[in-house]
């Protein structure tokens, strides 16, 4: 059977996958989305700092995205994608049924998984009690005792930010190695109490927090934890690929340009999986942007085909 020929297949059905998705919908173009259904913010009951939408279930951002795309003809299959390669038509985008597609562009909007820290009672209370933003989980725990768990130099800046929820703050100061007279300084200008001694496991009746467990044997009382796991890209299918790439301080991510273009002339990626600092409101304009210049690649590209063929003689 003869592979479809896509203008655009676009993996992942996030908040700029989806965005990607009616912006060509939107435009007459054949889209076939395909979606391994385990986003990144499945583990919290709301999200905020999205305009208008202050509160919104993540999943019914996804489903009211995913309508809205099928109203403008998207087709979407919920399959993992194993693997993208090179034809002469554009790529070859192959899922874990066996399926086949070729597409003319590609766009990445897998986002990324957090790798946790290996501590008892922590993963339970993913998105709930152990949160990661603070823009996106703070307001919901203000004025509560909070602890900032690190797991790297980078929560030096994390905990300034917590710090702007609760006059009650505990930094959990282990994973950011050891820190400098002028950090210490820094935190004890806040009021920010320092603990050294290694988290070990969390203690209370699920997702509420009642304490913690020290490496020492001793406890502290927090009322919600803010960490950071390792941040993995969820881009393994285009390792074939040789796609360029950038080091940075939490991990190594596709280097993309201001649009969303990789270093392949057929392939965007948008959203977490390039931009792990980006919310849902972020993520929506990624999407908008790459949306839009993947169609207007299109449309040149259309433009060029025509005067290449000769005119039909009636």
């Given at each position: 059977m003869a592979e479809e020929l896509w203008d655009a297949v676009i993996v992942g059905a996030g908040p700029a996958g989806l965005t990607a998705a009616v912006m060509l919908g939107r435009s007459r173009r054949r889209v076939l989305v395909i979606d391994a259904g385990s986003p990144r913010n499945r583990f919290a009951a709301h999200m905020h700092?999205?305009?208008?939408?202050?509160?919104?279930?993540?999943?019914e951002l996804r489903r009211l995205g995913r309508a809205e795309a099928e109203g403008y003809g998207v087709v979407f299959?919920?399959?993992?994608?194993?693997?993208v390669t090179n034809v002469p038509a554009g790529v070859r985008v192959t899922?874990?049924?066996?399926?086949?597609?070729?597409?003319?562009?590609?766009?990445?909007a897998t986002g990324l998984r957090d790798d946790l820290p290996a501590i008892g009672g922590l993963a339970?209370?993913?998105?709930?009690?152990?949160?990661?933003?603070?823009?996106?989980?703070?307001?919901?725990?203000?004025?509560?005792?909070?602890?900032?768990?690190?797991?790297?130099p980078l929560a030096l800046h994390q905990v300034e930010l917590v710090r702007q929820l609760s006059d009650q703050v505990t930094f959990f100061s282990a994973g950011a190695g050891d820190l400098s007279a002028d950090d210490e300084k820094r935190l004890a200008a806040r009021g920010i109490r320092i603990e050294p001694a290694p988290v070990t496991e969390i203690h209370g009746?699920?997702?509420?927090?009642?304490?913690?467990?020290?490496?020492?044997?001793?406890?502290?009382s927090v009322d919600a934890i803010f960490t950071a796991g390792a941040l993995h890209p969820l881009d393994e299918f285009v390792a074939g690929l040789d796609l360029d790439r950038v080091d940075t301080p939490v991990?190594?991510?596709?280097?993309?340009?201001?649009?969303?273009?990789?270093?392949?002339?057929?392939?965007?990626?948008?959203?977490?999986?390039?931009?792990?600092?980006?919310?849902?409101?972020?993520?929506?304009?990624?999407?908008?942007?790459?949306?839009?210049v993947v169609n207007a690649r299109l449309a040149k590209e259309d433009t060029d085909t025509a005067l290449a063929t000769p005119a039909r003689v009636s």
């Open positions: 700092g999205v305009l208008g939408l202050d509160g919104l279930p993540p999943s299959h919920d399959r993992t994608v194993r693997e899922a874990d049924d066996g399926s086949a597609h070729q597409a003319r562009t590609l766009v990445i339970e209370r993913w998105g709930k009690t152990v949160l990661h933003c603070p823009y996106c989980h703070g307001w919901e725990v203000r004025n509560q005792h909070l602890g900032v768990l690190a797991t790297s009746p699920a997702p509420a927090i009642s304490q913690v467990a020290l490496a020492d044997g001793r406890t502290a991990g190594s991510f596709l280097s993309v340009d201001r649009t969303g273009q990789t270093s392949h002339e057929r392939i965007w990626a948008a959203g977490n999986v390039v931009d792990p600092g980006a919310n849902v409101a972020m993520s929506l304009g990624a999407g908008a942007i790459t949306g839009g």
